[in-house]
């Protein structure tokens, strides 16, 4: 446990990439396969079940201090990370063995599940004072669930091809779907010779750069090199379908079961050996692709009523084949994926499974008419494609690129602030933004991201030398502060004050030229959700 | 009655004997704890200190004021009350402000430590009726090691990064920190560098007879000097700046008492985080009120409302009386005082 814990802090310490991966990869060369699995599984951003409620945890650890719970509390806001938290408030311990990370997680951890509230207790603060703030640090991370140390999936792959010598592309596909972290599991990926067998692994999905909105696409080269595509606003899957069973993966790689009926239906028509890369949709039979906002009210639902079905219809927009009469694909130039992909749609000939439309032989300035379009059509954008590209793995430049319509943009005026986690714990980094509805300021969107970090701090101290209330964590400030906020859509909601939420708000730039009385009115974004509409 | 020390929005106040303790602005009087400059506050006409700060205190404050300075333990009457210093161990010539009348007794801590510190006089506890404490890592979080076992890591990383072929550059602050850091370095490792304000601050040191070891002004040395193997210590603007590519290839650290915490750490954008800070942690904070044992604590600069809060829930009379109020103040400070972690500019050079 202690290379493990030594191996988190050596990943934790440094940007590096290249520092990174040969700290996995020496990690790798000396772990035993049980370990190796184990680390393979957490590094990839795998959690184990829970197994202790967390809530327990803070009381325990608080009782442990010898501190009441509010201090406990006012701590873990400081601090931002609650591992982190029952790391330092706890006294150190001493180490007594250095257990396997294999052994810790099987045998020390896994069984806490089961035990009752008080045998917990006992286990956890035997843990405590057995483990010094660092190593503790690492077990806690295991238990709490929340293993983030900036290594992608993409990374460890890399890492474990490089000790292995296994290629990293085999390895991506090898670690994608679902797999159980056990010796046998690490040997067979990183044994060269072994054959994938295992029917629902879908492979590892080919991402897309952004074009810069203002710049356009003219620097991506010719467009007669490209094929346009809809930029569809639904939810990236993976269709499979192998020995005469089908599989629906979402580009988190979770099993999507019993959630598109319609589709795992579709996918029966499909012969065995294929799998699509596509974008489910909510759509009516004419084709007529709906908001997001209805296809929101299908997301989260384990199983389907008839009505949302009927309400609700989702389609299936295939744009890639992967594996076509068993055999992959994925190296074949665009062209000639999207002729098979084409031909085999149409051999099946089924509603909910269609082929998304190609927006042949235009110009860069025709299609960027046709983009302007695009919120018509409820999409988000255009996808450009590259005539002779392969279908890669993960983001690589050059192949794939969207181009986005501009957001919707607005003037807002910062009214709340709360504390961030992580690297932003204790300063102030996650802001409420308000709009004028007569003289009132209606909150009605939360933006984190945008700011760089000498403009955190500054806002940071704005909000320390001007708050009027606190509320837990939120803190109310002087509405002063103007920012010009853009988002991806608007839809009506009953949950918020303003009576819209915003997809995806985030903070365009500071306005030091505008005073908050210049900021826009909600009546204005209400506007803007008419045209939407 | 009067009270012996007041809270006011230009600082503690003893209307007795007419002066400030640690003034926030300017003033005709000032008693002062140690000489960083959010408690020396330059422009005063007058200051009153602990004699091991006359080199520090005269090289940062005004030269038209008037100075005294006083030894630990000696005791100078002031409009009729006794005003004595008492090492506080936050680094040389740091103070404990004690004032007595008519019976009352009131101690100031300013900041202070309760490890040892080998560049200055440990904190001793001065028995009183009111403690004004300072709290800036007032939460159970923060727990420091041993001076032995950091001391130990930083060495440790020079010689890694000296045998991996870098350089290492420190950072801690000007003056105070990194005098401290410099004592524990050891200089059988390679050469020991300084940034200009660090050197400033070693002079001082130096001259109130403190032994520090063997230091090289960065600034003397030739423009193609090699650095390799060298431990430069450095004020923490410095980071991320031009100067610090004379030095090829580096291996950076951050020592201070925020670096305990991984986000503040991570902010940072340094190699390595050593926790080394000049004020108390949460155990020694506690201990140094159960060892003064007085009726009331006041609470300043930091954590103020946590650690009165849990005072008072442990039977002391306990108010914050930090103006400002936040408990996260501190964090604003851009001066060089101490271990401020959200701020770039703590250069006083």
Redesign the interface.
Known sequence: MIRFADLYHAL????KTNVKIAAMAKYFESASSSDAAWATYFLCGNKLRRIVPTKLLRIWAAEE?G??S???D??YH????LA??LS??V??GDIKDDDSLAFWVNERLEPLRKMDEEAQRQHVVEIWNQTPAQLRFVVMKLITGAFRVGVSKRLVTRAIAQQSGVSADVVSHRLMGNWKPTPSFFESLVDPNVQDTLASQPYPFCLAHPINVEDGPQAIGDVCNYEAEWKWDGIRGQVIRRSGQTFIWSRGEELMENRWPEIESAAESLPDGTVLDGEILASQSDGTVLPFAQLQRRIGRKTVGKKLLTEVPVVFHAFDILECAAEDVREEPFAERRGRLEKLLSDCDHPHLRVTELISGMSWDELAKVREKSREMNAEGLMLKHKDATYDVGRVRGTWWKWKVKPFTIDAVLIYAQKG???????FTDYTFALWDGDQLVPFAKAYSGLD?QEI?KV??FV??N?HDTFGPVRSVTPKLVMELAFEGLQRSKRHKSGVATRFPRILRWRHDKQPEDANRLSELLEMLGDQE | MVSLLQSTQRGLYCPVGDFYVDPRVAVNRAVVTHAHTDHARWGCRHYLAASPSEHLLRMRMNDDAEFEFMPYGESVTVGGVDVSFHPAGHMLGSAQVRLEYRGEVVVVTGDYKLGADPTCESWQPIPCHLLVTESTFGLPVYRWEPDEVTSGQINQWWRESRDAGLCCVLYGYAVGKSQRLLAGLDPSIGTIYTHGAVEKGNEAYRRTGVKLPETVFVGDLDRKHNFTGGMVVAVPSANGTPWLRRFGKVSTAMASGWMAVRGARRRRAVDRGFIVSDHVDWPSLLEAVRSCDPDTVWVTHGYTAAVARYLQENGRDAVAIDSRSRSESDEDRSQDSDDAPSEDGADDS
């Open positions: 934790d310490s440094t940007t201090a501190i009441p509010w201090l406990f006012e701590s400081a601090v931002g990370d982190e938290t330092l408030v006294p150190p986690h992580g690297r932003r714990a204790s300063l970090d701090r940071d101290r320390r030398q708050t």
